[in-house]
């Protein structure tokens, strides 16, 4: 009974003293005054630059698994921008050798991918639909262009399953080569 009072005991003074350094300048201003804009800026913006970067991790997170639907091919991805074509490149490349229907498919779905990823770092555009071949509305305005080679022959575009430039709003199905 002794050790339980003595506990309490403590727990209440630790309570108490806790008590005094939970003023927030947040909520309370410790001046009271709130200065600055007191409204949050709810405002789309316009021109945000978007992290190639993250995109990158979020679709690799997503594609390379090895127990993944495309677990059985997939290597790695590189996603970027390149000024000189002024289009947005994503190259896949793949082990094994699969079919084109397969590299077509998983183009897709990471294009798809690709295309929510950046409507949730830029609210101005939509993402991409579920079913069919809408991409995001990212794709309306900008050209891509998607490669799917077997890993190791990047240079040798005669190796290429896919290889297919998409104009900005065309929206379409990707073509295999073989």
């Known amino acids: 009974m002794n050790k339980l009072l003595k506990l309490s005991l403590t727990f209440g003074a630790c309570a108490a003293i806790l008590c005094g350094c939970t003023q927030s300048n ?5 001046g009271g005054l709130v200065e600055g804009n007191v409204t949050p800026d709810m405002e789309t913006k316009e021109n945000i630059q978007i992290n190639w970067e993250e995109v990158r991790e979020v679709l690799r997170d997503e594609f ?8 059985d091919y997939v290597m ?14 994503l190259r896949l490349p793949v082990t094994g050798n699969p ?6 498919s998983y183009a897709q779905d ?21 079913e069919g071949t809408y991409y995001g509305s990212y794709f309306d305005t900008h050209d891509v262009t998607v490669q799917v080679f077997p890993y190791n022959s990047e240079d040798d575009e ?9 104009k900005a709003g065309e929206q379409r199905a990707l073509t295999a080569l073989k």
């Open 76 to 89: 790695d991805l590189s996603i970027g921008w390149d000024d000189d074509a002024d289009a947005l490149i």
């Open 110 to 130: 990471v294009l798809k991918a690709c295309g929510d990823e950046i409507a949730v770092q830029d609210f101005s555009y939509t993402g991409s639909e579920e």
């Open 99 to 104: 079919s084109g229907d397969i590299a077509v």
């Open 158 to 166: 005669s190796t290429y399953i896919v290889n297919d430039t998409m």
């Open 26 to 30: 947040i909520v309370t201003p410790s």
């Open 64 to 71: 390379i698994q090895p127990y993944g639907t495309y677990g």
